[in-house]
């Protein structure tokens, strides 16, 4: 399975992006999805996932900010963010796993990231 992750970009502070990851040569369905944040200088973190039955789950630095869904028939997931603040500014990853926990190691593909950066 590749994934694609798009929809990165500058954004002013209480802004919004919409990050995509979309699979190809295989079934997204069959997956659980994360996204995983890294800044300069700190550690990879997770900020959302969803199950495949689509239970989703959040960080409590993002909830109420951010909304992870996914369109099985797209093969692909989606991030919503909004009211954006600076200290969102990262990398953003995609990864694929049978199970979805809050360690990266959990998932099993990743994607290239795609960054966002949230201007004060």
């Known amino acids: 399975v590749q994934l694609q992750a798009s929809g990165g970009g500058v954004v002013q502070a209480g802004g919004s992006l919409r990050l995509s990851c979309e699979a190809s040569g295989g079934t997204l369905s069959r997956y659980g999805m994360g996204w995983f944040r890294q800044a300069p200088g700190k550690e990879r973190e997770f900020v959302s996932a969803?199950?495949?039955?689509?239970?989703?789950y959040y960080a409590d630095s993002v909830k109420g900010r951010f909304t992870i869904s996914r369109d099985n028939a797209k093969n692909t997931v989606y991030l919503q963010m909004n009211s954006l603040k600076p200290e969102d500014t990262a990398v953003y990853s995609c990864?694929?796993?049978?199970?979805?926990?809050?360690?990266?190691?959990?998932?099993?593909?990743w994607g290239q990231g795609t960054q966002v950066t949230v201007s004060s």
């Open positions: 969803i199950t495949r039955s689509g239970r989703t």
């Open positions: 990864g694929a796993g049978l199970s979805v926990t809050f360690y990266p190691i959990t998932y099993t593909y």
